[in-house]
């Protein structure tokens, strides 16, 4: 058999042409839209490999080359999550494929749409224990929504076709594809499937939202006089920002987020009380707990944001928006659920006939919320001695206000959390599995995604380390992303722990101070490095830092015993926080008045937290 390219765009999807696995695979991707692919080759991804290679000599699609298959799994799943798209990547059998594990269930839990593809030992190699093999089928079988081994290469139009379609509809998730080495080398006759036009034996698309449910949940929203929006991930995913602040806005209802939801609302607007849970805001932690009514917008109640799960909205009814049924009940009893896709949810309701203007009842709520912003703000402690973690991220909220951020897990990230601001997919973090080393790797996904935006990651000093060799993929392909160390020289999150729950036994928590030094490092890998130690450095050393064509890592050295609060301990409700402005022993910058409306904020120097006009 004479092999014939099928590198073709004309192709018609009834048409078959002679052609490998491989080759075909690439075919496939083209097809459904894939620009960028995150990888690492092996042995028994080659042929796929070589495939690529005219793949992208036709300008199809473009390989980005990570140091780790960790790193790709990372850089696709943030890749989704900034553009809405499927993230695609590759690695190779056996421990190219476990490396991406973590990437997987990292997606998995944050439900982000991902096509993750491995290579395999050929056919005939599988269950010999061959050199390499992997039953990446079975590892992942818990956190994946399908996955597939090809056993026939006649399936691979259909397999990708499906894999898409599952990956990024209902609640959104990755799958896996194993192809192994022969099945990507075998010739056969291919019948190209469009997008779509394949579904999947036991395939359901959510149902539309049911209108009596619809009626019932408005009924509770118009009796309410203590309501709350408790905005999720899902919103997120769902594109539903415009209809929540309609909604909001509409019944004067206050509205939190939680860390996967940031960026639904916008934190500037009066009716935000910013993202509630373990460390959250004391206002919305508050908010919650007396509210009589809790809407629930694509949002699981996880246990960082219930705290102890029976004193969580104790008094306040239910109403729970999602598209996930195995969700509603899981945790919480909703008193009403309404299923299906939320932006078509909150849509109906905000256009429902009975979703009339009226006198809203949430004045005194409204006015006991801001006595407790008033009370207990965000601390912003006063400049003196060594920087506080808090002051790098204000400074980065002040000159890169419009930036897409990733960040690693840990203190920084529960800073970043609380100070940033941040519109829809620009808030970019590992929630549900926590995994230290995703800001890097998914920075330079976003960057790839979006390369004319800008693209700022939060790290620390222990998680930065988990993927540090993704400096090198910043610097082949330079690609500009700004990495911001708040550097404690700690496992910060792990040391407050310790401190505060384990009698101050620091167990292997103390990274060092000065080990490694990282703008030596970064210049190394050929990326730009800035080393700020004082706080006059702070601002100058970050604009040099932002106007600088390319990658750049700046390590900031910070005030080292610093914890993050507000905090809830473990086991208690959200109203039991430690680290209140009141009881921290840690002075507040001076109030500043608004001269829009006149309500004194008493730390949030950027915007009123009343009127959202700038200061």
Known sequence: MTLTPVFYTEIAAASSIVTTGAEALMDALHRHGVKHIFGYPGGAILPIYDALHKAESKGWLRHILVRHEQGGAHAADAYARATGKVGVCFGTSGPGATNLVTGIATAQMDSVPMVVITGQVPRSAIGTDAFQETDIFGITLPIVKHSWVIRNPADIGRIVAEAFLIAASGRPGPVLIDVPKDVGQEEFAYTPVSPGSVIPLGFRQPLSPNNSDIEQALGLIKKAHQPLLYVGGGAISAGAH???????????????????????????????VGMLGMHGTAYANFAVTECDLLIAVGARFDDRVTGKLDTFAPNAKIIHLEIDPAEVGKNRRADVAILGDVAETLALMVQHKSSTVQKPKTNAWLKRIREWKTRYPLVIP????????????????????????????????????????????????????????????????????????QVVCIAGDASILMNIQELGTLAQYQLPVKVIIVNNHWQGMVRQWQESFYDERYSASDMLDGMPDFVALAGAFGVHGIHIHSRVQLRSGLQKAFKHPG??????????????????????????????????????????TCSKCGVVNATEHLFCYACGMEL
């Open 242 to 272: 415009a209809t929540v602040k309609q909604l909001a806005e509409r019944y004067q209802i206050p509205v939190t987020t939680t860390l996967m939801g940031k960026g639904a609302f916008d934190e500037k607007h009066p009716l935000s």
């Open 382 to 453: 006063s400049p003196s001695g060594a920087i506080f973690p808090q002051e790098v991220l204000l400074a980065v909220r002040d000159l890169a206000a419009d930036a897409y951020i990733t960040t690693d897990v840990g203190q920084h990230q529960m800073w970043a959390a609380q100070y940033l601001r941040n519109g829809p997919r620009r808030w970019i973090s590992s929630a549900g599995l926590g995994t230290m080393g995703f800001g890097m790797p998914a920075a330079l996904g976003v960057q790839t995604a979006l390369p004319n935006e």
């Open 551 to 592: 990658p750049v890592l700046v390590d900031i050295h910070v005030r080292r015993g610093e914890n993050c609060y507000p905090m809830v301990p473990p086991g208690k409700s959200n109203a039991q926080m430690v680290g209140l402005p009141n009881d921290s022993g840690v002075a507040l910058r001076k109030k500043s």
